[in-house]
């Protein structure tokens, strides 16, 4: 409403001086009386969780613990974009143009800690295209759809598929149906994956290994079979 109200002010679609209402009545200090509740992993938890998780499931829940990306990110990371092994880091960009963009529209930087990298380097394997993390059920016998398309033509795909269907409204959804099957699917309401997301991510800070999370060589040694 206040986005609104703005739009219609800067648009002189309201009487002079006139105030945005939503401004003056501060609605972001309005506490939230449904809010989900948060749960504090341990590190023994932490550790716990990714010693339990396949194959599939640990780059990807790995990933969330430890950069505190938000699930939406992490399903729509593409390569060769948007992860830079060489520079250590996860580039989070808007792509408007496929039907998504970040929450708060906000491009960052996301650093990796070595090991993570390295966790990537091995799960991303020859892949230059595509999304970086795909579903179960796609592996080197199985391949996805538009798999080999780059950002460029997964774009110029989804114009070609939305053309005469509709608004730009439908993008993502023409997206899902089509190409954008492949991403990995969260679910993002899922108390597990809320927890995780929300740990203080500790790419973005020097913390060691027997901090509050699972470290460098902790991040390791559980996986080192899978390695």
């Known amino acids: 409403c206040r986005s609104l109200f703005n739009f219609a002010i800067k648009r002189r679609h309201m009487p002079p001086y006139a105030e945005n209402p939503f401004s003056v009545i501060e609605i972001d200090r309005i506490p939230v009386e449904d809010a989900t509740p948060f749960t ?5 938890k932490e550790l716990a969780f990714l010693e339990s998780c ?3 499931q640990f780059p990807i829940f790995a990933t969330l613990l430890l950069t505190g ?13 948007d992860v830079n092994l060489k520079e250590r880091c996860i580039q989070v960009r808007n ?19 070595p090991e993570l990298a390295e966790l990537l380097r091995i799960h991303i394997g020859d892949r230059q295209t595509g999304p970086v993390f795909q579903r179960r059920r796609f592996d080197e016998s199985i391949k996805p759809e538009l798999g080999g ?3 460029a033509e997964l774009e110029a795909e989804l114009a070609r598929r939305v053309d005469g269907a509709g608004t730009r409204d439908h993008r993502h959804a023409v997206f899902q149906r089509g190409g954008g099957d492949q991403t990995v699917c969260l679910a993002e309401g899922d108390a597990l994956v ?10 973005h800070r020097d913390v060691p290994i027997d901090g ?10 559980v996986r080192e079979p899978g390695l």
């Open 194 to 203: 809320g927890a995780l997301v929300r740990q203080p991510a500790p790419a």
């Open 212 to 221: 509050k999370h699972a470290g460098g060589e902790e991040l390791l040694r």
């Open 95 to 113: 792509k408007p143009k496929l039907g998504w963009q970040v929450k708060t529209r906000n491009e960052r930087r996301v650093p990796l800690m």
């Open 54 to 56: 396949d194959d599939w």
């Open 40 to 44: 504090d992993l341990s590190p023994e």
């Open 149 to 151: 398309f780059g950002e």
């Open 69 to 81: 990306l938000r699930p939406g990110e992490l399903t729509h990371l593409l390569l060769p974009h």
